[in-house]
């Protein structure tokens, strides 16, 4: 019998652990990979106890080590994996959501953090699983992405965030030519403001409603669209 498996990065809070909930329970079994053991053996255990085939994974997306283990682990478990959700991302300036940080006051080592996380971080996923990808029925990857990453509509303040969700979105378009020939379909989600510890108490989506966007590119049809940028299931500008 045919199984779906799903990997999903960030998954020990937020988007990434209730995009974790509702694959599992539409027949998934996820791997919920987190950078932090404690947190995501807890998050894991507690799905598991809830009956959901779930299995914790501690992996940071920025080091390429344990993006190669991560890949071999699933690896020895199952012969194809067919969705990859690259939901770990980070808002790195100081302050989060109330940063005051600017291009001229921002710390050029952390751009180069947050690039490495946000955007190289899912280039790295994908290099890793792309064997696996291309030997399941219908491969989606979604690059869960941002408002503020869109470069036809830049405002000021959190230079590193803005620019490292451009650099995704790029990914995608890049991945999706490079994928033409293949099943894999690849596009970009912003999920909108939704309240998780990033967005903050005073973000306008639930948790539920962010999801189902990344939820809808994740289980795209054969005839779905590739290397877009949508919220809603809606393009939005790039
Ligand atoms: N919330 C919003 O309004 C909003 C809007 C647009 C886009 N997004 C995007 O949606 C995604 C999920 O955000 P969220 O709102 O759920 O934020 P969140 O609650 O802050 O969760 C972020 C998740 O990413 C993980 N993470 C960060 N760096 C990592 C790394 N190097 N390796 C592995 N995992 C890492 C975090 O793990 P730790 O617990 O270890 O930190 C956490 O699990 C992000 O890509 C974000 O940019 C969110």
């Keep these: 019998m045919y199984s779906k498996v799903a990997v999903v990065t960030g998954a ?3 988007l990434g652990h209730a995009l974790t909930v509702a694959l599992a329970k539409d027949g998934y079994k996820v791997f919920m990979i987190g950078r ?7 998050a894991s255990a507690k799905l598991q106890e ?23 682990y699933v690896q020895s478990q ?31 080592d952390l751009v180069e953090e947050a690039y490495s996380i ?6 790295r996923m994908v290099q890793a699983f792309y064997d696996l990808m291309k030997k399941a029925r219908q491969p989606r990857i979604v690059n869960v992405s941002s408002g503020m990453g869109t470069v036809s509509k830049m405002e000021a303040g959190w230079p590193a965030y803005r620019m490292s969700k451009a650099a995704l979105n ?10 033409e020939d293949t099943r894999i379909k690849v596009n970009s989600v912003c999920p909108g403001w939704v309240r998780t510890d ?12 962010g999801v189902e966007g990344i939820l809808w590119a994740a289980k795209l049809p054969k005839d779905g669209p590739t290397g877009g940028f949508f919220r809603d299931g809606k393009p939005i500008a790039w």
């Design 118 to 123: 946000n955007a190289v971080g899912a280039l």
């Design 36 to 42: 932090n053991k404690i947190e995501i053996d807890n």
């Design 198 to 209: 990033m967005g903050g108490p005073d973000a306008d989506r639930s948790i539920e409603e």
């Design 78 to 108: 199952f012969d194809h994996l067919d969705i990859l959700i690259n939901n770990a991302g980070v808002i790195i300036e100081p302050g989060g959501r109330e940063s005051k940080v600017t291009c001229f006051t921002v710390n050029p």
């Design 12 to 14: 020990n809070r937020g």
């Design 50 to 72: 809830e009956g959901l085939n779930v299995e914790g994974f501690e992996a940071d997306v920025s080091k390429g080590r344990h993006i190669t283990a991560l890949a071999s």
């Design 170 to 179: 790029a990914l995608t378009g890049v991945l999706a030519a490079e994928l």
